[in-house]
């Protein structure tokens, strides 16, 4: 469970990483445009999917796509959803992709994999039901 706290720090750092870019494309004027901003944006978003391990089961012939997948595919993305932090990690994280996205369709998938596991009951904690009711709220809006 170190692995999994330490990955959700991680990916956290990245999604302020994100809001950072987010703040300087609204509020300034790069000389480019933003395209390098853009990218550098897509490129951490694409890196905390690599870190959760996603896999795109509808996307043939892209790294990731597998046939017969093994069960145990989504065990780091299970691992750290079963953590109230986690689960704040992704609900931020699809807060952060851009609606209809391709990474907004791969975690929507992960999580509709996983909704018993996600929602099946509600934790005895006030908070960790919380942040298990903002997650259904914020896959919700994405779907």
Same mark, same amino acid.
């Given at each position: 469970?170190?692995?999994?706290?330490?990955?959700? $720090? /991680?990916?956290?750092c @990245?999604? &302020?990483?994100?809001?950072?870019?987010? *703040?300087? =494309?609204?509020?300034?004027?790069? %000389?480019?445009?933003?395209?390098?901003?853009?990218?550098?944006?897509?490129?951490?978003?694409?890196?905390?999917?690599?870190s959760?391990q996603l896999?795109?089961?509808?996307?043939?012939?892209?790294?990731?796509?597998?046939?017969?997948?093994?069960?145990? $595919? /989504?065990?780091?993305? @299970?691992? &750290?959803?079963?953590?109230?932090?986690? *689960?704040? =990690?992704?609900?931020?994280?699809? %807060?952060?992709?851009?609606?209809g996205?391709?990474l907004t369709?791969?975690?929507?998938?992960?999580?509709?994999?996983?909704?018993?596991?996600?929602?099946?009951?509600?934790?005895?904690?006030?908070?960790?039901?919380?942040t298990?009711?903002?997650?259904?709220?914020?896959?919700?809006?994405?779907v």
């Open positions: 469970m170190l692995a999994a706290r330490i990955t959700i $720090e /991680d990916g956290l @990245l999604l &302020l990483d994100v809001v950072d870019i987010d *703040r300087l =494309l609204q509020f300034s004027q790069p %000389q480019d445009g933003g395209s390098q901003l853009r990218k550098k944006r897509q490129v951490l978003l694409e890196g905390l999917a690599a959760l896999v795109d089961r509808l996307g043939p012939g892209k790294p990731g796509h597998s046939f017969g997948l093994a069960p145990k $595919e /989504d065990l780091v993305f @299970l691992r &750290l959803v079963s953590l109230p932090k986690g *689960r704040k =990690l992704l609900a931020r994280y699809l %807060q952060l992709l851009y609606p996205s391709e369709r791969i975690v929507c998938m992960a999580v509709s994999r996983h909704l018993r596991f996600l929602f099946g009951g509600l934790p005895s904690d006030p908070s960790a039901t919380e298990t009711i903002n997650l259904a709220h914020t896959v919700s809006s994405c």
